[in-house]
């Protein structure tokens, strides 16, 4: 029999490629789910007994948080990445690589194709289509929920006629969980008028008042919060449990898909909008002006290609290289407050603070120049305008 890996959710559409793969096309069903940590030790357990249940002849739960933080995540705090000066690219840049970790399975085992749930309708159909395309080109590429434009109901009649059902009742919202972020769409995200009620979003505020919080940079990485030591994903899991508990990082991200169309879509993220905007700020302490600019383009290329998709372009290792030296002196403590829906952002301590420097205090005190020194700077600074304005005297 041939080989076909399928990305395994253990949600009805992949739920039902699994019984289709098998019985209609014959194929020996491998099911993976590659976890960007999304889901606890008791729901890994239950989709892999769902996917037993189903006929898979093997299931593997792959987890690729440390990948996903090592060679993702860290270069969108360091490019302080929001998409349209909004969204962390949460589940977006998940995708490229859920789907590289299903293509290196299915190399491992000798597979001769690879599947997944995706419809014709959104964005993640791409992401899965292009990196199979990419590292696994002698593959086959099989989505029988895209190809044959199923319906949920039809789903779930061919599911119990093969003697299978389970609980697939339509959720309100689909919302899809990772370590950097959860969506959350449907219904009000439908249009451009309404927005998500409280009880849509998986966290509910659970505290009032206020609360500090410390956040510790070294080399524009996360290395401590409130003075514990932990970086990478253990930070992120951290910050994400003291921000839920305020409703911090909800908004509603609008955008172009990939696919040509407008879309919105929810989101929570604590943990990623409190270290970009600490970052930030810690930021605009250590670097200089020409760094915060250049990292503010590419920052916004570099999240605009990982949103589209264009992971293994080689200018993406380029953008890397640069972002990574920009962060030699972004070290540092910054210091927020954390009240209901929101956070301000209070200070920052840095050795490497250029405000420290004993040149002056704007707009009280100068010792590096004097008055001359300013009549004559500004002077030479007004030539190009005079010249321009005394030639041009009509405007």
């Not at 009000?188 to 998500?196: I, K, P, R």
Request: aromatic fraction near 10%; charged fraction near 25%; include cysteine.
């Amino acid at each position: 029999m041939k080989k076909v890996v399928l990305a395994y959710s253990g949600g009805l559409d992949t739920s039902f490629c699994v019984k289709y793969l098998t019985k209609e096309l014959g194929y020996e069903v491998y099911t993976a789910l590659a976890n960007t940590g999304g889901f606890s030790a008791e729901e890994l357990a239950a989709v892999e007994k769902r996917a037993y249940a189903l006929g898979a002849k093997q299931h593997v739960n792959i987890d690729v948080t440390g990948d996903y933080y090592s060679k993702c995540i860290k270069y969108m705090v360091f490019g302080n990445v929001l998409r349209n000066k909004t969204y962390p690219i949460s589940v977006s840049s998940e995708r490229t690589f859920q789907a590289l970790a299903i293509v290196n399975y299915a190399k491992s085992i000798g597979a001769d194709a690879v599947a997944h749930g995706s419809t014709g309708a959104g964005n993640d159909q791409v992401r899965f289509d292009l990196t199979f395309e990419v590292f696994a080109p002698h593959m086959e590429i099989i989505t029988p929920t895209r190809d044959m434009k199923l319906t949920r109901e039809y789903e779930i009649s061919y599911l119990k006629e093969n003697g299978f059902e389970a609980d697939f009742t339509k959720m309100q919202y689909s919302i899809n969980k990772g370590v950097w972020g959860t969506s959350v769409g449907g219904k009000e995200t439908l249009c451009s008028a309404t927005n998500l009620p409280d009880e849509a979003y998986p966290s509910q505020l659970r505290k009032q008042g206020s609360e500090q919080l410390e956040i510790e940079f070294e080399c524009g990485e996360v290395v401590a919060v409130n003075g514990v030591a932990m970086k990478g994903v253990e930070a992120i899991n951290r910050l994400e449990a003291i921000g839920s508990a305020w409703a911090i990082g909800r908004d509603t991200h609008v955008g172009d898909t990939l696919v040509g169309i407008k879309g919105r879509v929810g989101f929570e993220a604590a943990a990623p909008m409190l270290i970009i905007k600490a970052h930030e700020l810690l930021e605009k302490h250590t670097l200089t002006k020409w760094q915060q600019y250049w990292k503010d383009q590419l920052g916004t290329w570099y999240g605009m290609f990982m949103h589209e998709a264009m992971y293994s372009e080689p200018v993406m290792r380029d953008i890397e290289k640069f972002l990574d030296n920009s962060q030699r002196h972004v070290t540092g403590k910054v210091f927020l407050t954390l009240r209901p829906y929101t956070f301000s952002l209070v200070g920052i301590e840095s050795k490497h603070d250029l405000m420290n420097a004993k040149f002056a205090e704007y707009g009280e005190i100068n010792n590096a120049w004097t008055a001359d020194d300013v009549k004559g700077f500004t002077k030479i600074l007004s030539m190009p305008l005079k010249i321009y304005h005394a030639v041009n005297d009509e405007e």
